[in-house]
């Protein structure tokens, strides 16, 4: 797997989080990347993994892929009837 890098604003979305109580740490953000619940195009050609966060929420991560890394750009909750309307 490729290395994964986390941008200083994904660091601090991460610090955010926690303060709001939602369980979210580098590990399950590593997680959800390598075996994502599905996977969309984003803005500026970057791509947004999603994965369960909770019953109710899931975790979407916005990254950009190279050769050599994953780079984290951001990540934020949301709601599961929002995202999977399949």
């Known amino acids: 797997m490729k290395k994964i890098v986390f ?3 994904a660091e601090y979305k991460i610090q955010v989080l926690i303060r709001h109580q939602v369980n979210v740490d580098k590990s399950l953000i590593e997680k ?3 075996k994502p619940g599905r996977v969309e195009n984003g803005y500026k050609n970057r791509l947004i993994a999603q994965g369960q966060l909770d019953e109710y929420h899931v975790l979407r991560i916005v990254y950009e892929e190279s050769e050599e890394e994953i780079k984290i750009i951001t990540i ?3 709601r599961r009837s929002r995202y999977e309307k399949d």
Request: proline share 11%; net charge positive; charged share 10%.
């Open 32 to 34: 959800i990347i390598s």
């Open 76 to 78: 934020y909750p949301g």
């Open 7 to 9: 941008s200083r604003h």
